[in-house]
């Protein structure tokens, strides 16, 4: 890219950086020692503040990034995760946005905890929790490598290195100083220059081809060099079974996944009623709901302005895609309307990726501390106070995401964030189904629950072909590929349900009649809610 690309561009990264880190210095100010201010900022967020933020949180660069490059790639078989993805909000809204909101306070545990023995069910809730957040923070952090990758050309590994730690040391001082209020108005104001700079592209993409739709689908085929194929289901999940059952796979984690997210769940907790936590979610679905739909348009506009073949030169796994679009769109490599437009989008992104890994790391930090320190501490004179120990852990889940963002740097981004939706969906929504409508679950129930989705899910990533036995592996030099589909979802989901459902049966605990009672009323009528 020039320099022109690259100054502009830097500038609009740097005014970003300078807004987010002026609102947190501001929100510092404010009262931060509680624990219901830093991990829920005091509750006093309106629903439509918070569907801004939910949306905020939930169009990550997966979904900016990823999916469009998918598409352009791709073809119909790429919109599996746009469809996936607001589906998925249905079953949030339905089974659990509200019932969430009135049995917990902070974290996933809180809900589980209601009506088990508290210690062991919040440590394999910590747990699950913590290890789902990582998963999600290293695809924004490979979003942010392409990304700097591209503005500089493509050939700095050592830029893109340094622009992962960045992304992590900033994610730190946005977490340990300014909790879930400064989170939250960062998440509002990303949401809000996604939207808009979503919209914009989409318009252009349209006018370029007379608003007519047909056209753009056809050319996108023509440019492909798949032809009619590109427009039909199969190209990447078509063939034998096995590419098969990985498109079951990834449907299914991409559906229940949201559900068992922990940054999306922390966020019901932010508004002060489960009323407002349900039309929270109804805001967010709208805001969602248009921006996927609009990732197709980028994404077929992609294939058809830029060229598949373009696209997948610039980046293997089309994570560049929008941005390539954007520089032709405004008039080509060199045009000052193309550097204007590609700075621009360049710079959404980015701020998409700084909003998230906050949210994450906020949400990771509060299962730290509130379920596995809380849990694991021994009262020997005065204990650290919860707060201290998030910021704490903040700083080494920024380090451990940062290790794994540099080395899955060159993996789609949409795909990466696929593996924790699976994880999600295995290890944390059994759990809370399970917790919320079963009156015979115990304790023992809710741990086999969560490690029995856990383990099987995090052991079939490990031995597939995501981390090795393929050129595009994550150590493409190794093979100790055992289990063949790349999204573990279709064994390791049945298998959290199983393993809950086990453990209950076998286990010799009587279920609390009464607690589990107190948490229906509470769950469904808001009655003692906190």
């Not at 049945?494 to 009649?513: H, I, N, Q």
């Amino acid at each position: 890219m020039t320099g022109d690309h690259q100054t502009l561009a830097l500038l609009l990264f740097s005014a970003f950086v300078a807004i987010t880190l002026a609102i947190t210095t501001w929100v510092s100010r404010h009262r931060q020692g509680s624990a219901e201010e830093f991990y829920a900022g005091g509750r006093l967020f309106s629903p439509m503040e918070n569907g801004f933020a939910i949306a905020g949180d939930y169009m990550s660069a997966a979904s900016f990034l990823g999916i469009s490059g998918l598409i352009a790639l791709f073809g119909y078989d790429g919109m599996l995760y746009s469809v996936g993805f607001l589906v998925a909000w249905l079953v949030v809204l339905f089974l659990v946005a509200e019932l969430v909101r009135n049995c917990g306070r902070f974290t996933l545990a809180d809900v589980v905890a209601a009506r088990m023995r508290e210690r062991p069910v919040r440590i394999a809730a910590g747990t699950s929790s913590v290890t789902v957040s990582v998963l999600y923070l290293v695809a924004q952090m490979v979003g942010a490598g392409s990304l700097v990758a591209l503005l500089l050309g493509g050939t700095s590994e050592a830029a893109q290195a340094w622009t992962v730690i960045g992304v992590g040391a900033l994610m730190v001082i946005y977490v340990s100083l300014g909790g879930m209020r400064a989170t939250t108005w960062i998440q509002i104001v990303k949401a809000v220059l996604l939207l808009g700079g979503t919209v914009a592209l989409t318009v252009l993409v349209l006018l370029r081809f007379h608003g007519d739709f047909d056209r753009l689908l056809l050319t996108a085929a023509e440019r492909s060099g798949h032809g009619e194929a590109f427009l039909a289901p199969g190209l990447s999940y078509g063939g034998d079974w096995t590419a098969r059952f990985d498109f079951i796979s990834l449907g299914l984690a991409l559906v229940l996944g949201t559900a068992g997210l922990p940054h999306i769940l922390s966020r019901f907790y932010t508004v002060p009623t489960a009323r407002a936590a349900r039309r929270s979610v109804v805001w967010a679905i709208g805001l969602i709901g248009g921006f996927y739909l609009m990732t197709i348009v980028l994404g077929f506009g992609a294939a058809a302005i830029v060229g598949t073949d373009a696209v997948r030169g610039s980046h293997a796994s089309g994570n560049t895609a929008v941005p390539l679009l954007a520089l032709d769109l405004g008039g080509g490599a060199g045009s000052t309307g193309g550097t204007v437009l590609f700075a621009i989008v360049a710079a959404i992104a980015f701020a998409t990726i700084l909003a998230v890994v906050a949210g994450i790391t906020l949400a990771s930090s509060a299962s730290v501390a509130h379920d596995l320190y809380a849990s694991l501490r021994r009262p020997r004179g005065k204990p650290r106070s919860e707060v201290a120990v998030a910021r704490a852990a903040a700083v080494g889940i920024g380090a451990v995401a940062i290790a794994l963002g540099l080395l899955a740097r060159d993996l789609n981004v949409a795909f990466l964030v696929g593996l924790a939706f699976a994880v999600a969906a295995s290890a944390n929504l059994p759990v809370l189904l399970y917790s919320l409508f079963w009156r015979r679950f115990t304790t023992r129930g809710a741990v086999w629950a969560v490690y029995g989705g856990l383990i099987p899910a995090v052991v079939l990533v490990l031995l597939s072909p995501v981390v090795s036995g393929s050129p595009e592996s994550l150590f493409p030099g190794a093979d100790f590929q055992l289990f063949p589909l790349q999204n573990p979802g279709l064994f390791s989901i049945p298998l959290g349900f199983l393993a809950g459902w086990l453990g209950t049966v076998t286990s010799g605990e009587v279920p609390d009649e009464a607690r589990h009672a107190e948490t229906e009323v509470r769950a469904l009528t808001g009655a003692g809610a906190v």
